[in-house]
């Protein structure tokens, strides 16, 4: 695209556009050998939906023109002589129209905890404070449910109702325990109870996930493996267990935010994840672990009032 | 409560009566004495058969009254003759239920002979010498051994070998029928090892063994007892761990956690005594 442009005096500028929807300091220079192999330089515009500080002084220095959305514009031409620098935003603006594509982030974790960990009805500004959640991010994880129908909101914008367990499988449908998860496993040769015994006395930040979670939250086949998220792999020490690989029936996790420390459960003297935290992870788990997430999904369902709060 | 147990907890109760006047020269051991530390360690296996094991200290065995006239007069007869020779030490009651009498082979005055000379009130017959015993008269705790049958309200107070005492005898006793006859070892002995090496705490059982290997009567015994536990626990694939996988093998518990567990608790022991 050409863009003719015309200084006090009257005479033309011509500058050629080159649209980027994204530009780093790192790309650059590889920009710069694209216009220069083209022949151009000055007369070159880069236009970008926003340039970071460091970008634009990169391209003043390179003497590239330029504009962005937000209305950071400096065009600088030695004839006929012609000059405007004009300031815009200084950080990139929340993406907020940007449709969330997928649930598997940490972004979108901490939005799906807020939404199903506290009972409805409740408007996002609110519940994203209390749940030390980004509200962008909120608005666009809830435009995911409401396109796949598994939330009601009024017309005033507020949740109105939400089945947490149709949202516990949407999540699951994306996150996955394992990857999204630290994991290293670890022999208590005692067995799993004694890793729970230990567990009530833990001087450590710690919850309790995975099979052994759900028996505590609704009681099922005797866990074969304690999965206990922890801050650090350190925890194996205080606990008196050993890394191992055949017979492990530990396994610690250092997680992938800190939102499954947040609004846990106490079951038997333990510190259990929140049960929707507890079937997602017990949803995309190894072996039998999905038909216990399954269980656990029953269980919340019918107990609400035990362990969701209210905003 | 099965029934089994019961019947064998009164027949129990019924040997240390009559045993009474004797009671201070005896130690209860075998699987009573390991259901009495460690319970059924959640295995849901039968823990012990009917049987009662107790071991006797010679050297505080008084000549009176005789072991043949206590054990005669509450009801109890020697057991039955097996493989066509009569098992010295062993005495049943009118239900079959047996009831062991057992010297640590080194403490008897006839080692080599089966059954254990004990002077002559007592005989030859009355006990029987078993290798590894001898850390059962070192370790061990008087503890109330209550009747597990509403109507019986006894509870008697007698000693009960320690969980390092039972260990080294258990070791003993996998280790010798390992290299003599192995068609006689049972899985439940090593399975026994398990619960034990499993239920009590680390520091416990290595104090336990610390005061063994200090005491003249038991010093060799332990020793060996824990040469015969590497052979037979020195590794995920050795022999005694088989034979644990294989008692526990209708219970649910995962075979490569119970090798990888029974290995780590053996070593934890012997790191303690290399």
Redesign the interface.
Known sequence: MIMMLRTPSGAPVQLIVEAKSLLRPDTLAQLEQQLAARGLGSEALVVAPYLSPAARRQLANRGLSFADATGNVRIAIDDPPFFIELAGAERAPQSDEQPLRSLKGRGSARALRALCDFAPPFRLRPLAERAGTNLAMLSRVLAILEGEQLVTRDDAGSVVNLPVSGVVRRWAQDYEFGRANTVRTF?D???V?STLDKLRQAPFRYALTGSAGANLVAPI??A?MATVYVESFTAAAALGI?E?G????VLLAVPFDDVVFERTIVRDGIVVVSPPQLAADLLTGPGRSPAEGDQVLTWLEANTEVWRARL | MIQMYVEARRTLLDALDALEPQLDSIVIVGAQAIYLHVGDADFGVAPFTTDGDLAMDPSLLTDEPSLIALMNAAGFVPGPLKGGAAQPGTWVNGAGIAIDLLVPASLGKRPGHRGADLGASHGSRAARNVAGLEGALVDKQRMAIPSLDGPDARVRHAFVAGPSGLLVSKFHKLGERSHNDPARLKDKDALDVYRLLREVPAAQLVSGFEALRHNAISEAATRDGLAYARQMFGSPTAAGVDMVVRALATTGEDPEFVRASAAALADDLFVEFD
């Open positions: 022999l040769p005692r067995g109870r086949a005797p074969r050993r191992a055949s017979g492990s029936n």
